[in-house]
C-alpha cells in the first residue's frame, strides 16, 4: 500500500540554524501539505501546495518558513532560523484531489528539536 | 478553530463496540465529515469519511443523521490497539484538527 514517508525521522538543531525536512508524498497525488504538533498540543495546518504553489497557508506560516517541490518525487519545508517554538512534530501529508472530496494521508513525522 | 465538538475522553472494554459521538451542527453542504486517529505522537491516521450516507470499511462505520449535525463512528469490536487519540473533522481544504476523543481499549 503507497504510503508517505519523511525524513529524517528525528532533526536536533541549534536556535538559528536553517533547517529542512523532507517528504515523499505518495506517486499520484497532486495537493501536499505540511501540518505542525507541538508536544501536548493539537495537530495544526501549516500550508498547502498545488502546482508548484502555494494554495493556502495559515498564520503559523510566517516569512521563516518556505516550501517547495524541487523535483518529481520530493516536497520539502525549510525554516530558515529555527527558534526554540520551532519544536515539534512536523507531518506531511498528501492527497490525489483538493477539496472534501479527497482524503488526505498523512507521513509519520519528523520530530524537530531546536536548542 | 475545529467546527466540530467531541467528548475529551471514553473507556471501552476490549471486544466491545466502541462508539464514538461527534457534533458538526455548523457544517456546510458540501463538507464532508472525517475522521482519523492518532497513536501516541504517530502520523494521523486516516478511518473513514462520508457526506450524507452511512459509510463501512475494514475499520470502521459512520453513522451520519438525516440533518448531518451529528455523527458516530463506531468501531465494532474494539482491541487494545484502537487505544488512541479519534478526531472528526468537517472541512473543504485544510483539515482543522480539535483536541479529539481520547479512547481507552481496556482488558
Known amino acids: 500500500e503507497p504510503e508517505v514517508t519523511q525524513t529524517p525521522s528525528h532533526q536536533v538543531t541549534q536556535m538559528g540554524q536553517e533547517v529542512i525536512l523532507r517528504c515523499v508524498p505518495i506517486s499520484n497525488h497532486l495537493y501536499f501539505y505540511w501540518y505542525r504538533q507541538i508536544l501536548g498540543q493539537k495537530v495544526e495546518f501549516l500550508v498547502s501546495f498545488y502546482n508548484n504553489e502555494i494554495s493556502e497557508k495559515s498564520e503559523i506560516f510566517d516569512d521563516q518558513f518556505s516550501v517547495e517541490r524541487p523535483d518529481g518525487s520530493n516536497f520539502t519545508l525549510k525554516i530558515r532560523s529555527t527558534k526554540l517554538e520551532d519544536s515539534a512534530m512536523y507531518f506531511c501529508a498528501s492527497s490525489a484531489l483538493q477539496g472534501a472530496k479527497d482524503t488526505q494521508y498523512f507521513g509519520p513525522g519528523t520530530r524537530l528539536t531546536v536548542l | 478553530d475545529a467546527k466540530t465538538t467531541q467528548p475529551p475522553s471514553m473507556d471501552c472494554a476490549e471486544g466491545r463496540a466502541a462508539n464514538l459521538p461527534c457534533n458538526h451542527s455548523t457544517i456546510s453542504g458540501n463538507e464532508y465529515v472525517y475522521w482519523y486517529r492518532q497513536i501516541h505522537s504517530q502520523g494521523p491516521q486516516y478511518i473513514i469519511h462520508g457526506l450524507k450516507n452511512n459509510e463501512t470499511n475494514e475499520m470502521a462505520s459512520l453513522i451520519i443523521t438525516e440533518d448531518r449535525k451529528s455523527s458516530t463512528l463506531i468501531l465494532p469490536h474494539a482491541t487494545l490497539r484502537d487505544t488512541a487519540v479519534y478526531y472528526c473533522?468537517?472541512?473543504?481544504?485544510?483539515?482543522?484538527f480539535g483536541a479529539g476523543t481520547r479512547l481507552a481499549v481496556h482488558p
Open positions: 473533522i468537517s472541512g473543504y481544504n485544510k483539515l482543522i
